[in-house]
C-alpha cells in the first residue's frame, strides 16, 4: 500500500475551526504539528521537511496535484535536518519552495483528515487514504463522499495549480513575519 490516495480543498478560517472541533469530537488526533518543508528543483517532486517529531525526506512521483501518488519517504532524527539541506544543495538541488505549516492530523472514519495552516497560502483540509495501484479509484471514490457527506466542494486542480504557482513566485514575500 504505497499509493497515496489525497482529496483536498481550500477552506475559509471559519470552517477551519469548524472542522477543527468536528474532528476533535468526532475523531482521533493523531497529532498536532509544525512543518517547515523545502522543494527541490528535481525531476521527481523531491522534499525534504523538519516538524516537531523528526526530518524526513520524500519524494512523490507523478505531478503535483495528481490524486494518486507513489510516495517515498525516510526519516531522521530532526536535528538532522540542517545536514539534509546541505547534502541536497551540494549536490546541485536548489530549494525552489519554503512550507511553513501548522498542521492538524485526526483519524476518522478510515481515513487520515488533515486540517492545515501553511502561512502565506491558506487553510487547507485534506483527506488521505493509502491504498495499493488497484484499489486507488476505490479510495477515491470513498474520500468523495466523506467530502460530500461534510458539504465540503472540492477545489479544482487548476485552482490549485494556480495558486501553487503564485505562492513559488512569492513565497519569500508571504511567509514574512
Request: proline share 2%.
Amino acid at each position: 500500500m504505497d499509493i497515496e490516495v489525497e482529496l483536498r480543498s481550500f477552506i475559509t478560517k471559519e470552517q477551519f475551526d469548524k472542522f477543527l472541533e468536528l474532528f476533535k469530537q468526532n475523531g482521533r488526533l493523531i497529532k498536532e504539528d509544525n512543518q517547515e518543508t523545502y522543494y527541490f528543483n528535481a525531476k521527481e517532486d523531491l522534499r525534504i521537511q523538519k516538524n516537531d517529531f523528526f526530518s524526513k525526506i520524500w519524494m512523490k512521483k507523478g505531478k503535483i496535484h495528481d490524486e494518486s501518488r507513489e510516495e517515498i519517504e525516510i526519516k531522521f532524527p530532526k536535528e538532522e535536518f540542517d545536514k539534509l539541506e546541505k547534502l541536497f544543495v551540494n549536490m546541485g538541488f536548489d530549494v525552489n519552495i519554503k512550507w511553513f505549516r501548522k498542521r492538524y492530523e485526526f483519524e476518522w472514519e478510515g481515513i487520515t483528515v488533515c486540517l492545515d495552516y501553511t502561512r502565506g497560502y491558506g487553510h487547507i483540509i485534506e483527506f488521505e487514504k493509502m491504498s495499493s495501484e488497484d484499489e486507488k479509484d476505490n479510495a477515491l471514490a470513498i474520500l468523495k463522499d466523506k467530502f460530500t457527506s461534510l458539504g465540503i466542494p472540492i477545489t479544482p486542480r487548476e485552482e490549485f495549480e494556480s495558486k501553487f504557482r503564485e505562492y513559488k513566485d512569492n513565497w519569500r514575500e508571504l511567509t514574512r513575519i
